[in-house]
């Protein structure tokens, strides 16, 4: 019962590296979503996706791309990692109806020096 | 401009007392409201939810209160126990995007025995 695993938990980048976080779940949610989580922000929503092959913006897209190219995964992308995405990474998976809420991977912290 | 907003970072409370977290929402599109539980290296978990037509909902020793002219909700824990000393993050969505959750910043709860 892995419910969502993210992968990897912990990295370390230097600026201008690229990197891809995978996440993957096996409840065979349709939406998806990838959070960072930053002290006294709370979680912000960067992309989410509402099905195979869907991918909409958040509230903090800038510096980040997602692909969902099958339904169980989602992949965000840093293209050119910058200090300012230092953060914990979530990602998560739910029904597409209220109610039940989100279902959350452990978290990938990322630094970027 | 948050528009969740939980303004005790922190909170300490006696094993078996009441433990009341508070929240204040801008929005008046919010439609629906949800609690998360987080501990330290693991994802946040649901806990419990209101919609808008209720003020209280209650689940074991949790109740979540809702007052809409305030814009205000709480939680109580009703006794408070070791295990629950966690980070609490409270969450909204519109009714118009119900799977775009916005978080506040979390309070930490310390239940001391």
């Known amino acids: 019962n892995a419910g969502v695993t993210q992968t990897p938990k912990f990295r370390v980048l230097k600026t201008g590296q690229s990197m891809t976080l995978l996440c993957a779940q096996d409840?065979?949610?349709?939406?998806m979503y990838w959070y960072r989580q930053d002290p006294g922000m709370g979680l912000r929503l960067i992309h989410y996706s509402v099905g195979e092959g869907t991918t909409a913006k958040g509230e903090v897209p800038d510096g980040y791309n997602v692909s969902r190219l099958k339904k169980q995964n989602f992949l965000l992308g840093l293209e050119s990692a910058a200090p300012s995405q230092t953060s914990v990474y979530f990602c998560?998976?739910?029904?597409?109806?209220?109610?039940?809420?989100?279902?959350f991977g452990s978290g990938t912290r990322l630094t970027v020096v | 401009d948050q528009q969740v907003k939980q303004n005790s970072p922190s909170l300490s409370v006696q094993e078996g007392r009441i433990s009341i977290l508070n929240c204040d929402y801008t929005n008046s599109m919010f439609d629906y409201f949800l609690w998360y539980k987080k501990y330290p290296a693991e994802g946040p978990t649901f806990l419990i939810s209101i919609s808008s037509i209720k003020d209280k909902n209650e689940d074991g020793r949790f109740t979540v209160f809702l007052n809409k002219s305030a814009k205000h909700l709480s939680l109580h824990i009703v006794p408070s126990q070791p295990g629950d000393s966690a980070v609490y993050f409270c969450?909204?969505?519109?009714?118009?995007?119900?799977?775009?959750?916005?978080f506040g910043p979390g309070t930490s709860l310390s239940v001391i025995p």
């Open positions: 409840m065979n949610h349709e939406y």
């Open positions: 969450a909204a969505s519109p009714k118009t995007s119900y799977d775009k959750v916005i």
């Open positions: 998560a998976s739910s029904w597409p109806r209220q109610g039940g809420g989100y279902t």
